[in-house]
């Protein structure tokens, strides 16, 4: 018997939670606001269905109902990822060191 | 594309995801990380549109939804201001429950493009997952607007309880499992958004009962919950990129939470079921009269930190209300001309989001090697001169240690008044979050300094 698909997607989903457990507790409390703004931008990459669902369909009616959900999820999810990227790497850039006295 | 080199790179997408995560672990690799989450995103999206191939009218209008949807982004980015940081980042997270509510809504009505079936016979195993990363999107949605309105300040901070509230909470979610049940039989439209339309009054319910201060921790789990939410339509979409995000931002969400708790010594649920704040403060009121209160002004202040040799400040949330953290550096600066050693003592629940007061010190120049967490600074109290506290109040109280009575009893408090002596800035003697009275302030070694911290700071500068 083969195995189903979807049992290769939970292996995939379970060795991730492990993963970032262990990649989250070694982030320095220091940036744990970078880090949510930073989880918050990748978690946009929902954007691949939106994409999918806006453009795969019938190209001569291209605002159907499910298109139009589609199309607004791009903009929500562009927003996120724009907007988390570019916010962490404002906040990124002001971590600076003690400059060395001369 | 096929579908196996399709997968292939949104494998990495995923592992570059992972890098991002891991180049936080400190400041000097964490630009780099961004970067590897920026390309990781790219591949992502890249790959998405390629695979499709349809390069007609829809995808112009794509990129036009995309620079929409990516200037507003930008623009917010580069204007928020820092102190405005954790409601931005609930409003963030609202954006994503609500675009995985609209994929999953699109999956619903148009199944035969994800290959999930046909409307009315979709997949069994697709329907629990669409449902699924509808209703805790759509949780995520409603839970982060309220969230966002009480940081912001357009709803009060305070719990919003009513009678019943848990049982209905627990009604609602039972509900939810029944309804998701009952939409696998009969693939009824009218099931589907009645489940997303429970699922946003259940986020609603969820977060009304929690109190401002306790926000850390609302934050954390919603951004938890926007995980799982992008999980479950990583399932529904058959994407590695979106499974392996999804349980990504879960996990990391749920270990802030859990920190979170931890730096209040309270229990998950003890948060999310209803806040303090509704203790009896009327009896506070009564018996802090009788107690004397050293007071003082900008010029005894100076004159303490001047001749002292070791400072630590401790900041909190009222220190981002005042915008105080530049006048703070300043002051920092005069000091450390004076030959003064100042540190920082950051307590992991100060101000309204994890890593709070990081930012907004790392914004006024405070380089990031002078701030510690407590672990690594709470045995320098002994041996420091003054200690200036500046917006902070319930993570100092020494009742914490003392009275197994008190509500805050046990938390992990900053042992401030183990200092020579404490400067402590406040408004007035009213008592902090928690509603319980500090000790602190009727300490022996403490001096109140009753102003706006802003002000006194600056002023202290001057009189140094």
Known sequence: ?????????????????????????????????PLM??????????????????????????????????????????????????????MLAMYKKKKKDK | MSPNILAIFYLISGVLFILALRGLSSPETSRRGNLFGIIGMAIAIGVTILSIGNFSIGFVYLLIFLVIGGSLGAFIAFRIPMTAMPELVAGFHSLVGLAAVFVAISAFLKPEIFNLGYSGNIKIASLIEMSLGAAIGAITFTGSIIAFFKLRGIMSGSPITFFGQHYLNLLLGLLLIGLIFYLCTTQSEILFWTIISISFLVGVLLIIPIGGADMPVVISMLNSYSGWAAAGIGFTLENSALIITGALVGSSGAILSYIMCKGMNRSFFNVILGGWGATDQSSIKSSKEQKPVKSGNADDAAFLMKNASSVIIVPGYGMAVAQAQHALREMVDALKKNGVKVSYAIHPVAGRMPGHMNVLLAEANVPYDEVFELEEVNNDFANCDVAYVIGANDVTNPVAKTDPQSPIYGMPILDVEKSKSVLFVKRSLSPGYAGIDNDLFYRENTLMLFADAKKMTEEISKNL
Do not use: C, K
């Open chain 1, 37 to 90: 703004s930073v989880t918050n931008a990748i978690s946009s990459v929902i954007i691949v269905g939106a994409i999918i669902a806006s453009l795969a369909g019938n190209p001569e009616n291209i605002f159907d109902t499910a298109n139009i959900f589609g199309f607004l999820a791009i903009v929500l999810a562009a927003v996120n990822i724009f907007g988390g990227f570019l916010v962490t790497q404002r």
């Open chain 1, 1 to 33: 018997m083969e195995i189903d698909p979807f049992i290769f997607r939970l292996s995939i989903f379970i060795l991730s939670i492990f993963v970032g457990y262990y990649v989250v507790w070694s982030v320095t409390p220091s940036l744990h606001t």
